[in-house]
């Protein structure tokens, strides 16, 4: 059984580009978190989709946007990248509920120049 | 969102038990204190979690304080492979969805 995979593993943008990070969860799972995690930061939390539906969100700017497919696989969109962007962004998965844990993607790390 | 507050690193020497603290005063009566380890390069792993009552697994033992508002995350003997940087969080179940806050996470430090 895979766990959560994420698509690129690495990716380097212009300030100002836009980028798409991709994540399938681990089999079985409809839930799927977003973290951006600063270089010896811990995670921050982005958004969260479940049901294809924004569900909870972060302190994050109109600039990060997500999608969830009816697979359960999900798309981390950040338009007009700025420097500060640049960060290793984790994907997770779980069922809905507090009482599940998640379980971690090896993360995208995004370097934006 | 309830915070928890963690000390920065800990040492501990291979093959002695390691007990890593959390206070979180704030928590509220339905969240679920999960911790999480982090090895250099890796996304963050899954240890334990518990509501109310101590825990056990096979990777390690959660001792939460009788008020909630502290936990200990128990290594019973230490490895190198231990060596990490653990978060313990709040997971608020709210309608079925939560949001998750990480802290800056204890930087444990395996001696041989």
């Known amino acids: 059984d895979a766990g959560v995979t994420q698509s690129p593993t690495h990716l380097i943008k212009t300030r100002g580009q836009q980028v798409t990070l991709r994540c399938s969860p681990k089999?079985?799972?409809?839930?799927v978190s977003w973290y951006q995690q600063a270089l010896g930061q811990g995670p921050q939390f982005i958004f969260q989709y479940y049901e294809e539906e924004e569900r909870q969100r972060g302190n994050f700017p109109d600039r990060f946007s997500g999608h969830q497919f009816p697979n359960y696989s999900s798309e981390l969109n950040v338009n007009a990248l700025l420097l500060g962007d640049s960060a290793l962004y984790l994907c997770?998965?779980?069922?809905?509920?507090?009482?599940?844990?998640?379980?971690f993607g090896p993360g995208t790390r995004l370097t934006v120049t | 969102d309830a915070k928890t507050t963690q000390p920065n690193s800990m040492e501990s020497n291979e093959e002695e038990p390691v007990h890593l603290p959390c206070n979180h005063s704030t928590i509220s009566g339905t969240d679920y204190i999960h911790w999480y380890r982090q090895l250099p390069s890796q996304g963050p792993e899954y240890v334990i979690h518990?509501?109310?009552s101590n825990v056990n697994n096979r990777m390690a033992s959660l001792a939460i304080a009788e008020d909630r508002k502290s936990s200990t995350l128990i290594l019973h003997r230490a490895t190198l492979r231990d060596a990490a940087v653990y978060y313990c969080?709040?997971?608020?179940?709210?309608?079925?969805?939560?949001?998750?806050?990480f802290g800056t996470g204890t930087k444990l430090q395996v001696i041989p």
């Open positions: 518990g509501l109310t």
């Open positions: 969080i709040l997971r608020a179940h709210s309608g079925g969805y939560q949001k998750v806050t």
């Open positions: 997770a998965s779980s069922l809905a509920g507090g009482d599940h844990e998640q379980y």
């Open positions: 089999s079985g799972h409809d839930t």
